[in-house]
T-cell receptor, first 111, second 112 residues
Framework: QKEVEQDPGPLSVPEGAIVSLNCTYSNSAFQYFMWYRQYSRKGPELLMYTYSSGNKEDGRFTAQVDKSSKYISLFIRDSQPSDSATYLCAMSAKNTDKLIFGTGTRLQVFP | SAVISQKPSRDICQRGTSLTIQCQVDSQVTMMFWYRQQPGQSLTLIATANQGSEATYESGFVIDKFPISRPNLTFSTLTVSNMSPEDSSIYLC?????????FGPGTRLTVL
């Protein structure tokens, strides 16, 4: 079993839809949770960063962490064609900068 | 954030040759990380490059295959040695800053 599981998609939605992206994990030591966005032929770009359980909102993006269920989510409201990219979840334990990544979910938002 | 550049951005190489990838950061950092992203796979950490000491390799990666240099606090190189088609991947360097990890644009390597 992989430490981090993520549905690879692809996920195709119409413009304006609410998108939900999810990851599950098995290592209870993970404390820091991140979402990266990766456009084709580019490096990953940090989108959201959360520590422990709870919600964090930034514009159209909301990151949610449920440590009791070992489940994290990224919600995108009012999705735009420019949101079309691969979204990678990543996490790390305390006192380390090493990240464990999910496989990424490819999202396509069509006009 | 951090400004990270990589060279080359892409290359096509022949089996059995080696390629050295450069990573330059806009300010001094203690640690630099090298990741591999194989087609359809997640990013996998290859090694941690510390200035002034040997790199620390993750399970499944060895120094003979992926030698790393870290001559100063803003620069590192990763060499992919004796390449085979299985080494075709995107190679990314990453630096931690204020508890967050930032990535370079990646080097897309194709081995024929």
């Amino acid at each position: 079993q992989k430490e981090v599981e993520q549905d690879p998609g692809p996920l195709s939605v119409p413009e304006g839809a609410i998108v939900s992206l999810n990851c599950t994990y098995s290592n209870s030591a993970f404390q820091y949770f991140m979402w990266y966005r990766q456009y084709s032929r580019k490096g990953p770009e940090l989108l959201m960063y959360t520590y422990s359980s709870g919600n964090k909102e930034d514009g159209r993006f909301t990151a949610q962490v449920d440590k009791s269920s070992k489940y994290i989510s990224l919600f995108i409201r009012d999705s735009q064609p420019s949101d079309s990219a691969t979204y990678l979840c990543a996490m790390s334990a305390k006192n380390t900068d090493k990240l464990i990544f999910g496989t990424g979910t490819r999202l396509q938002v069509f006009p | 954030s951090a400004v990270i550049s990589q060279k080359p951005s892409r290359d096509i190489c022949q089996r059995g040759t080696s390629l050295t990838i450069q990573c330059q950061v806009d300010s001094q950092v203690t640690m630099m990380f090298w990741y591999r992203q194989q087609p359809g796979q997640s990013l996998t950490l290859i090694a941690t490059a510390n200035q002034g000491s040997e790199a620390t390799y993750e399970s499944g990666f060895v120094i003979d295959k992926f030698p790393i240099s870290r001559p100063n606090l803003t620069f590192s190189t990763l060499t992919v040695s004796n390449m085979s088609p299985e080494d075709s991947s995107i190679y990314l360097c990453s630096v931690p800053r204020t508890g967050r990890n930032f990535f370079g644009p990646g080097t897309r390597l194709t081995v024929l």
